[in-house]
């Protein structure tokens, strides 16, 4: 992907990139290690009526899950990511408005998953903008 050879040209730190399949589906376990997946049939995380993720059409990907975690109704996943909740000072890694990581997605066409109100996924980027 286009968004990947950006940051890699530009040298912005992904921690590890391993399949979900690696940590027996466990998305939990997979963002614990701070890894960058995407593909993963799975439900997505909300509530209401269970339906898959953007992961499951491998239409999304998570990057550098610690250092970018999911505010979840106050709850931090993964919660090895409780520091970087605030999301200042920048740390390298971080995905932040204006931002290596956001702007490479940008230009695939790819939304970032921090603009969300209440619930900010900043890992998260997708075809969809869901």
């Avoid at 890699?8 to 963002?31: H, L, N, T, W």
């Avoid at 993963?40 to 999304?60: I, K, L, M």
Wanted: net charge negative; charged share 20%; glycine share 12%.
């Amino acid at each position: 992907m286009k968004a990947f050879e950006t940051l890699y040209d530009e040298r912005f730190p992904i921690r590890r990139m391993q399949p979900v399949s690696d940590f027996g589906g466990s998305d939990d376990a997979s963002m614990a290690v701070d890894n960058t997946s995407a593909f993963n049939c799975r439900d997505a995380v909300a509530d209401g009526t269970p339906h898959w993720s953007a992961h499951a059409y491998g239409e999304a990907v998570d990057v550098n899950t610690v250092e970018n975690p999911y505010i979840l109704g106050g709850k931090v996943l993964p919660p090895e990511g409780a520091s970087f909740a605030k999301r200042s000072p920048y740390r390298p890694g971080m995905a932040v408005a204006g931002g290596q990581l956001v702007k490479a997605f940008a230009a695939v066409g790819w939304q970032w998953g921090g603009r969300w109100t209440g619930s900010p996924d900043y890992q998260h980027f997708s075809s969809t903008g869901g």
